[in-house]
Protein backbone atom coordinates (compact mmCIF):
# COMPACT_ATOMS: atom_id res chain seq x y z
CA UNK A 1 0.00 0.00 0.00
CA UNK A 2 3.12 2.40 0.34
CA UNK A 3 4.29 1.77 -2.58
CA UNK A 4 2.04 3.85 -4.52
CA UNK A 5 1.87 6.98 -2.90
CA UNK A 6 6.02 7.05 -3.43
CA UNK A 7 5.86 6.15 -7.05
CA UNK A 8 2.93 9.31 -8.12
CA UNK A 9 5.10 11.60 -5.82
CA UNK A 10 8.16 10.26 -7.85
CA UNK A 11 6.74 11.26 -11.27
CA UNK A 12 5.88 14.43 -10.47
CA UNK A 13 9.05 15.38 -8.92
CA UNK A 14 10.19 13.81 -12.95
CA UNK A 15 7.79 15.86 -14.58
CA UNK A 16 8.83 18.86 -12.67
CA UNK A 17 12.84 18.06 -13.68
CA UNK A 18 11.80 17.66 -16.77
CA UNK A 19 9.66 20.98 -16.98
CA UNK A 20 12.18 22.69 -15.62
CA UNK A 21 15.05 21.78 -18.08
CA UNK A 22 13.48 22.10 -21.29
CA UNK A 23 12.58 25.95 -20.00
CA UNK A 24 16.67 26.90 -20.66
CA UNK A 25 17.36 25.06 -23.68
CA UNK A 26 14.40 26.86 -25.97
CA UNK A 27 15.67 30.49 -24.65
CA UNK A 28 19.34 28.94 -25.74
CA UNK A 29 17.83 28.07 -28.90
CA UNK A 30 16.45 30.78 -29.03
CA UNK A 31 19.26 33.02 -28.18
CA UNK A 32 20.88 31.45 -30.83
CA UNK A 33 18.94 32.58 -33.93
CA UNK A 34 18.93 35.94 -32.46
CA UNK A 35 22.47 36.17 -32.47
CA UNK A 36 22.69 34.68 -35.77
CA UNK A 37 20.03 37.12 -37.34
CA UNK A 38 22.19 40.10 -35.65
CA UNK A 39 25.47 38.65 -37.12
CA UNK A 40 23.59 38.79 -40.62
CA UNK A 41 22.30 41.83 -39.85
CA UNK A 42 25.58 42.92 -38.86
CA UNK A 43 26.99 41.28 -42.12
CA UNK A 44 24.64 43.29 -44.59
CA UNK A 45 24.93 46.62 -42.30
CA UNK A 46 29.11 46.20 -42.94
CA UNK A 47 28.29 45.58 -46.83
CA UNK A 48 25.84 48.51 -47.14
CA UNK A 49 28.69 50.71 -45.34
CA UNK A 50 31.59 49.54 -47.23
CA UNK A 51 29.01 49.75 -50.80
CA UNK A 52 28.65 53.65 -49.23
CA UNK A 53 32.13 54.18 -48.77
CA UNK A 54 32.73 52.93 -52.36
CA UNK A 55 30.21 55.29 -53.58
CA UNK A 56 31.14 58.44 -51.38
CA UNK A 57 35.01 57.83 -52.77
CA UNK A 58 33.38 57.75 -56.38
CA UNK A 59 31.12 61.13 -56.03
CA UNK A 60 34.53 62.66 -54.05
CA UNK A 61 36.56 61.95 -57.39
CA UNK A 62 33.67 63.07 -60.16
CA UNK A 63 33.47 66.23 -57.48
CA UNK A 64 37.37 66.67 -57.67
CA UNK A 65 36.83 66.35 -61.35
CA UNK A 66 34.00 68.52 -62.20
CA UNK A 67 35.86 71.40 -59.89
CA UNK A 68 38.94 71.18 -62.32
CA UNK A 69 36.44 71.23 -65.24
CA UNK A 70 34.56 74.07 -63.68
CA UNK A 71 38.47 75.84 -63.27
CA UNK A 72 39.12 75.40 -66.99
CA UNK A 73 36.18 76.57 -68.22
CA UNK A 74 36.38 79.69 -65.98
CA UNK A 75 39.77 80.20 -67.21
CA UNK A 76 38.98 79.91 -70.86
CA UNK A 77 36.03 82.24 -70.39
CA UNK A 78 38.15 84.45 -69.00
CA UNK A 79 40.19 84.54 -71.51
CA UNK A 80 38.25 84.71 -74.36
CA UNK A 81 36.47 88.07 -72.80
CA UNK A 82 39.75 89.00 -71.92
CA UNK A 83 40.65 88.76 -75.94
CA UNK A 84 37.24 90.09 -77.36
CA UNK A 85 37.59 93.18 -75.15
CA UNK A 86 41.35 93.48 -76.16
CA UNK A 87 40.03 92.79 -79.67
CA UNK A 88 37.33 95.67 -79.39
CA UNK A 89 39.30 97.96 -78.34
CA UNK A 90 41.64 97.56 -80.89
CA UNK A 91 38.43 97.82 -83.48
CA UNK A 92 37.79 100.72 -81.49
CA UNK A 93 41.35 102.79 -82.14
CA UNK A 94 41.04 101.24 -85.71
CA UNK A 95 37.33 103.02 -86.04
CA UNK A 96 38.82 106.11 -84.89
CA UNK A 97 42.03 105.59 -86.70
CA UNK A 98 39.47 105.33 -90.36
CA UNK A 99 37.52 108.09 -88.67
CA UNK A 100 40.36 110.62 -88.54
CA UNK A 101 41.56 109.28 -92.39
CA UNK A 102 38.62 109.72 -93.38
CA UNK A 103 37.77 113.40 -92.47
CA UNK A 104 41.30 114.41 -93.66
CA UNK A 105 40.68 112.77 -97.43
CA UNK A 106 37.26 114.73 -96.76
CA UNK A 107 39.59 117.69 -95.55
CA UNK A 108 41.99 117.15 -98.68
CA UNK A 109 39.30 116.93 -101.58
CA UNK A 110 37.41 119.68 -100.42
CA UNK A 111 40.80 121.70 -100.92
CA UNK A 112 41.28 120.27 -104.38
CA UNK A 113 37.77 121.34 -105.31
CA UNK A 114 38.25 124.53 -104.39
CA UNK A 115 41.47 124.73 -106.12
CA UNK A 116 40.33 123.64 -108.95
CA UNK A 117 37.58 125.90 -109.10
CA UNK A 118 40.05 129.12 -108.39
CA UNK A 119 42.33 127.35 -111.10
CA UNK A 120 39.12 127.71 -113.46
CA UNK A 121 38.33 131.22 -112.53
CA UNK A 122 41.64 132.37 -113.01
CA UNK A 123 41.94 130.69 -116.77
CA UNK A 124 38.99 132.64 -117.11
CA UNK A 125 39.92 136.11 -116.15
CA UNK A 126 43.21 135.13 -118.47
CA UNK A 127 41.29 134.55 -121.89
CA UNK A 128 38.34 136.88 -121.21
CA UNK A 129 39.42 138.42 -124.34
CA UNK A 130 38.54 135.12 -126.84
CA UNK A 131 35.08 134.18 -128.03
CA UNK A 132 33.29 130.80 -126.89
CA UNK A 133 33.46 129.98 -130.58
CA UNK A 134 37.19 129.94 -130.14
CA UNK A 135 37.51 128.26 -126.58
CA UNK A 136 36.01 126.88 -123.83
CA UNK A 137 36.81 126.38 -120.15
CA UNK A 138 34.98 123.72 -118.38
CA UNK A 139 35.14 121.82 -115.27
CA UNK A 140 35.27 117.67 -115.17
CA UNK A 141 36.21 115.63 -112.56
CA UNK A 142 38.43 117.25 -110.56
CA UNK A 143 40.15 118.75 -113.74
CA UNK A 144 40.04 122.05 -115.58
CA UNK A 145 39.49 121.78 -119.47
CA UNK A 146 40.58 124.54 -122.03
CA UNK A 147 39.37 123.47 -125.28
CA UNK A 148 40.61 125.45 -127.93
CA UNK A 149 39.10 125.37 -131.50
CA UNK A 150 41.57 124.29 -134.39
CA UNK A 151 39.88 128.10 -135.73
CA UNK A 152 42.30 129.78 -132.88
CA UNK A 153 45.08 127.78 -133.28
CA UNK A 154 46.01 126.14 -136.44
CA UNK A 155 45.37 126.70 -140.35
CA UNK A 156 43.33 123.28 -141.64
CA UNK A 157 45.32 120.29 -142.08
CA UNK A 158 48.41 122.16 -140.60
CA UNK A 159 50.30 121.78 -136.73
CA UNK A 160 52.07 125.44 -137.29
CA UNK A 161 50.23 127.58 -134.42
CA UNK A 162 49.46 130.99 -135.83
CA UNK A 163 49.71 134.25 -134.05
CA UNK A 164 46.55 134.54 -132.40
CA UNK A 165 46.75 131.16 -130.96
CA UNK A 166 50.50 131.81 -129.50
CA UNK A 167 48.49 135.12 -127.56
CA UNK A 168 45.92 132.23 -126.21
CA UNK A 169 48.62 129.70 -124.98
CA UNK A 170 50.55 133.50 -123.32
CA UNK A 171 47.78 133.96 -121.39
CA UNK A 172 47.83 130.62 -120.67
CA UNK A 173 51.15 129.43 -119.65
CA UNK A 174 50.93 133.30 -117.32
CA UNK A 175 48.52 131.40 -114.80
CA UNK A 176 50.84 127.87 -115.06
CA UNK A 177 53.93 129.93 -114.28
CA UNK A 178 52.16 131.20 -111.18
CA UNK A 179 50.60 128.05 -109.84
CA UNK A 180 53.60 125.40 -110.02
CA UNK A 181 51.32 122.36 -108.64
CA UNK A 182 48.91 121.71 -111.82
CA UNK A 183 50.04 119.03 -113.88
CA UNK A 184 49.66 119.92 -117.34
CA UNK A 185 48.07 117.27 -120.50
CA UNK A 186 47.57 118.55 -123.91
CA UNK A 187 45.58 116.01 -126.22
CA UNK A 188 45.39 116.93 -130.20
CA UNK A 189 41.89 115.95 -131.52
CA UNK A 190 40.76 115.80 -135.13
CA UNK A 191 37.62 114.93 -137.01
CA UNK A 192 36.74 111.37 -139.23
CA UNK A 193 37.75 112.83 -142.70
CA UNK A 194 41.62 111.46 -143.40
CA UNK A 195 44.36 113.44 -143.80
CA UNK A 196 45.89 114.14 -147.59
CA UNK A 197 48.94 115.74 -147.83
CA UNK A 198 51.70 116.32 -145.12
CA UNK A 199 50.54 113.85 -142.40
CA UNK A 200 50.04 110.25 -142.99
CA UNK A 201 47.20 110.30 -140.63
CA UNK A 202 44.74 111.84 -138.58
CA UNK A 203 46.75 110.13 -135.66
CA UNK A 204 50.11 112.03 -136.78
CA UNK A 205 48.27 115.63 -137.13
CA UNK A 206 46.80 115.12 -133.60
CA UNK A 207 50.14 114.33 -132.01
CA UNK A 208 51.91 116.98 -134.06
CA UNK A 209 49.31 119.44 -133.01
CA UNK A 210 49.81 118.51 -129.48
CA UNK A 211 53.88 118.75 -129.59
CA UNK A 212 53.46 121.66 -131.19
CA UNK A 213 51.60 123.75 -128.31
CA UNK A 214 54.19 121.64 -125.65
CA UNK A 215 57.30 123.49 -127.92
CA UNK A 216 55.21 126.72 -127.33
CA UNK A 217 54.49 126.71 -123.53
CA UNK A 218 57.85 125.23 -123.21
CA UNK A 219 60.51 127.26 -125.08
CA UNK A 220 58.70 130.08 -125.54
CA UNK A 221 56.83 130.86 -122.28
CA UNK A 222 59.20 128.86 -119.79
CA UNK A 223 56.71 126.05 -118.76
CA UNK A 224 58.13 123.39 -116.95
CA UNK A 225 58.32 120.84 -119.28
CA UNK A 226 58.14 117.87 -116.39
CA UNK A 227 54.81 119.07 -116.00
CA UNK A 228 53.52 118.54 -119.31
CA UNK A 229 52.22 115.60 -121.24
CA UNK A 230 51.77 115.42 -125.40
CA UNK A 231 48.89 113.21 -126.61
CA UNK A 232 46.91 112.52 -129.82
CA UNK A 233 43.74 110.81 -129.97
CA UNK A 234 42.79 111.57 -133.33
CA UNK A 235 39.15 110.91 -134.28
CA UNK A 236 38.48 108.77 -131.22
CA UNK A 237 36.81 111.01 -128.91
CA UNK A 238 34.64 113.59 -130.85
CA UNK A 239 32.52 115.59 -128.90
CA UNK A 240 29.81 116.17 -131.86
CA UNK A 241 28.97 114.24 -134.58
CA UNK A 242 31.22 113.92 -137.57
CA UNK A 243 27.99 114.00 -140.32
CA UNK A 244 27.46 117.76 -140.06
CA UNK A 245 30.65 120.33 -140.98
CA UNK A 246 29.69 122.31 -137.82
CA UNK A 247 30.25 118.91 -136.13
CA UNK A 248 33.28 118.16 -137.81
CA UNK A 249 34.57 121.58 -136.67
CA UNK A 250 33.81 120.90 -132.88
CA UNK A 251 35.74 117.91 -133.20
CA UNK A 252 39.09 119.66 -134.52
CA UNK A 253 39.98 120.88 -131.31
CA UNK A 254 43.27 120.54 -128.90
CA UNK A 255 41.95 120.40 -125.07
CA UNK A 256 44.73 121.41 -122.30
CA UNK A 257 44.00 120.03 -119.40
CA UNK A 258 44.94 120.75 -115.93
CA UNK A 259 44.85 118.70 -112.92
CA UNK A 260 46.15 120.11 -109.71
CA UNK A 261 48.63 117.81 -108.28
CA UNK A 262 47.13 115.09 -105.50
CA UNK A 263 50.16 114.30 -104.15
CA UNK A 264 49.43 115.11 -100.28
CA UNK A 265 46.41 113.41 -101.34
CA UNK A 266 47.76 110.14 -102.86
CA UNK A 267 50.08 110.12 -100.13
CA UNK A 268 47.26 109.87 -97.59
CA UNK A 269 45.62 107.10 -99.65
CA UNK A 270 48.81 104.96 -99.75
CA UNK A 271 49.82 105.69 -96.44
CA UNK A 272 46.10 103.87 -95.39
CA UNK A 273 46.60 100.59 -97.54
CA UNK A 274 49.97 100.41 -96.21
CA UNK A 275 48.40 100.19 -92.10
CA UNK A 276 45.48 97.94 -93.47
CA UNK A 277 48.05 95.23 -94.57
CA UNK A 278 49.77 95.09 -91.41
Known sequence: MLKKPFSTTALILCFVVFVASCVPKRQLISAQQTADRLRSDSAQFASRITSLES?????????????????ATRREATSRLQDASSRLNMSQEQIADQQKRLEQLQSLIDQQRKNTELLRSKINDALVGFNSNELTVSTKNGKVYVSLQENLLFPSGSAVVNPKGKQALGKLADVLNTNTNIN??????????????????????????????VRIL???????????????????VPVDVNSTAEGRAKNRRTEIIL??????????????????TK
Open 259 to 276: EPKLDELMQLIQSGDTAA
Open 55 to 71: SVKDLETKRASLQQQLE
Open 184 to 213: VNIEGHTDSIPMRGKFEDNWALSVARATAI
Open 218 to 236: TDAYKVDPARVTASGRSKY
